[in-house]
């Protein structure tokens, strides 16, 4: 079993939509959890990051962290199509390494 | 905010040559870098962690003989693919960590990452 999963998609939504974007994990030491987002041939860049559980919003964005069902989720509102990305859930305890999951492609048709 | 620079973008090289990818923090000191590796529609696998002024940590399953790591400046390291075959083109990206900045354990900046096609 991996340590984190994600599904890979892809995902397809009108412009408008509501995109649901989720991760599950089974390592109960990560405390730190972020979503980057990850345009085609370019590096990840950090999107959210919640500690511990909880919910964080930044303008179109919420993440939302569960650390008893080990499940985290971003949520994008008002989906645009400059958000047609692959999506990545990152996770870390300690340790000073992120572990990714496999990332979500999406594209957001106008 | 912090910058990671990494050079070349992309590569092309034949069969059994080696190449040299470099990852600079241009603002920032960055003690620990991390070498990733990316396949098509996959994630980022972790290939090792490289600490300033000593000999990095690889991961389970990477060859440190093949894939050379230095990480001689606080603010340099060099993966070098040696030898490289078909196999090992791949997307390789780095990310350095602000320790300054990095108080709550996320500041990983990524670099653009490098494509490397081995012929």
């Known amino acids: 079993q991996k340590e984190v999963e994600q599904d890979p998609g892809p995902l397809s939504v009108p412009e408008g939509a509501i995109v649901s974007l989720n991760c599950t994990y089974s390592n109960s030491a990560f405390q730190y959890f972020m979503w980057y987002r990850q345009y085609s041939r370019k590096g990840p860049e950090l999107l959210m990051y919640?500690?511990?559980?909880g919910n964080k919003e930044d303008g179109r964005f919420t993440a939302q962290v569960d650390k008893s069902s080990k499940y985290i989720s971003l949520f994008i509102r008002d989906s645009q199509p400059s958000d047609s990305a692959t999506y990545l859930c990152a996770m870390n305890s300690n340790t000073g390494k992120l572990i990714f999951g496999q990332g979500t492609t999406l594209q957001v048709k106008p | 905010g912090a910058v990671v620079s990494q050079h070349p973008s992309w590569v092309i090289c034949k069969s059994g040559t080696s190449v040299k990818i470099e990852c600079r923090s241009l603002d920032f000191q960055a003690t620990t870098m991390f070498w990733y590796r990316q396949f098509p529609k996959q994630s980022l696998m972790l290939m090792a962690t490289?600490?300033?002024?000593?000999?990095?940590?690889?991961e389970q399953g990477v060859e440190k003989d093949k894939f050379l790591i230095n990480h001689a400046s606080l603010t340099l390291s060099t993966l070098t693919v040696t030898s490289a075959h078909p196999e090992d083109s791949s997307f390789y990206i780095c990310?350095?960590?602000?320790?300054?900045?990095?108080?709550?354990?996320?500041?990983?900046?990524f670099g653009s990452g490098t494509r490397l096609t081995v012929v």
């Open positions: 990310s350095a960590r602000d320790l300054i900045r990095d108080t709550k354990n996320k500041g990983y900046t």
């Open positions: 490289s600490n300033e002024g000593s000999k990095a940590t690889y």
């Open positions: 919640t500690y511990s559980s």
